[in-house]
């Protein structure tokens, strides 16, 4: 097998209310709706996809690397962003979606 990409997942309850929060996360609104119930943001080889499981939605987890995690925590603040954290190596910032699904923004700060 020779993979090429990877896709992370993410269940939710209200697809509309979580498309908008993603929308503002990531700055820019999806590029595909493949199917009903799911929405995607491609980032080159990867990408994100966003559907509608009311079972399986809030237990999720999605990492992210990202630079500039002080300017981002500005830019996040109406999403509710926890403080930017220092770690052994990198610094965090986490959020949670309206599911509670954690995202985390790993990176310099």
């Given at each position: 097998m020779s993979i090429n990409g990877i896709y992370?997942?993410?269940?939710?309850?209200?697809?509309?209310?979580?498309?908008?929060?993603?929308?503002?996360?990531?700055?820019?609104?999806?590029?595909?709706?493949?199917?009903?119930?799911?929405?995607?943001?491609?980032?080159?080889?990867?990408?994100?996809?966003?559907?509608?499981?009311?079972?399986?939605?809030?237990?999720?987890?999605?990492?992210?690397?990202?630079?500039?995690?002080?300017?981002?925590?500005?830019?996040?603040?109406?999403?509710?962003?926890?403080?930017?954290?220092k770690a052994t190596h990198f610094?965090?910032?986490?959020?949670?979606?309206?599911?509670?699904?954690?995202?985390?923004?790993?990176?310099?700060?």
């Amino acid at each position: 097998m020779s993979i090429n990409g990877i896709y992370a997942n993410v269940a939710c309850c209200d697809l509309d209310e979580s498309r908008d929060w993603y929308t503002t996360l990531f700055g820019r609104d999806p590029d595909g709706t493949p199917m009903e119930g799911l929405v995607e943001w491609h980032m080159g080889n990867h990408g994100f996809q966003l559907h509608q499981n009311e079972a399986k939605a809030g237990s999720g987890t999605l990492t992210l690397r990202a630079e500039g995690l002080t300017e981002e925590w500005e830019r996040l603040t109406p999403l509710n962003p926890g403080p930017v954290e220092k770690a052994t190596h990198f610094s965090i910032l986490q959020l949670h979606d309206p599911d509670g699904n954690l995202v985390v923004l790993a990176g310099e700060a």
